[in-house]
């Protein structure tokens, strides 16, 4: 009965965090023979070592539009992919406009597809830290209440879209992330050249930081960074770092000693691999968090909130916030403990539970 019906969606992909979500979908959707998937890529991330790599790494097609917008203040960012994506929703004339994440990508076009009345799926649907200040809750929030079909990875995301009034259009189909996880392993193996570069498996602790609410608060990033630079007096620390960071070191003025390694932002198998060997995670990312726990890495997260509360599951990891001697004193904490076993997870079908709900249901409604 479906299938003749041939429906045409726009797969949106912009930052960093979203190309590992999306590229277990595209994979499937291009085996669904009913469907006709469409890669948009806004160009929030431009970089090679921020955008391309991962294209090449995860084995995501060539996005066949490239809307080019790159940097700029949150109003002008967003502002510049709603009026190219419409452009292109306005030439392509989905079926259906699939977005993934919290980035500003996902809310611009979510905006743009909604008010063309193009039916939006959002994929890790219903994630809340409660904290509005930091602009990914404002998209998740935007995004989630304008979604025809709202994509978990848990039960607490249902429960927070419930309290919210959504309810229809909620599945919980598990984490689209863990699905490369799995594949790429990250089983203790050091990432290619480490260990030239004098560091050892699980002698080491991996820093990220590139928040907002932590970089563009000068107080903040001094606490993290002061944590760093101490935790790096008892084994050595790297730091793979965003550019926004990046930036903003110069003008916090700290000595970096010989324990801290600055590195660039690491291709998506390394990052896995040195999640996967390190002692220790010190992290504001929420992907990495959920990486860090699924390999069985202790974590800190210099946050004051986490959207991933399994993570907190016996302490595997510890939210402490930004300032420098809670932070040390849970990294030691954690370092003490050492690593833990993998937690045991169902299988990594979250992709393919996706694709298929869109294909079936997305079908009816177009009928
Ligand atoms: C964005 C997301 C954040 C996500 C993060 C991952 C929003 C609101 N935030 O933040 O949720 O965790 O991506 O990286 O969407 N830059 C480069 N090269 C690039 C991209 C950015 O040098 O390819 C620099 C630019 O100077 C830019 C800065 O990084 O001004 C920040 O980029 P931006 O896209 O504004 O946000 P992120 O901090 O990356």
Redesign the pocket.
Known sequence: MLQNINMKILNVV????NFMKIAPIVEKMKQAPDLEPILVHTG????E???DVFFRDLGIPVPDVHLGV???S?AE?TARIMVEFEKVCLEYKPDLVLVV???????ACTIVAAKLLVPVAHVEAGLRSFERR???EI?RVLTDHLSRWLFCPTDTAVANLKREGIERGVHVVGDVMYELVVKFGGRGELPPGWSEFGIEPQRFVLATI???EN?DDEQRLRGILGALVELATDLPVVVPL???T??LLPGVGLQLPPGLRIVAPLAYGSMIAAEGSAALVVTD???VQKEAYWLGTPCVTARDQTEWLETVDDERNLVVGAQRDRLLKAARRQLSRGRRARPAIAEATAAAKIVQMVASEGAAVLK
């Open positions: 912009g930052a960093r965090p929030q991330h431009y970089s070592g921020m955008s790159g940097s700029g949150h960012q994440g919290d980035v500003n990508s996902t809310m930091m602009p990914e998209n590139h928040r907002a970089t965003h550019p926004r990046q930036k990312s929420g992907g």
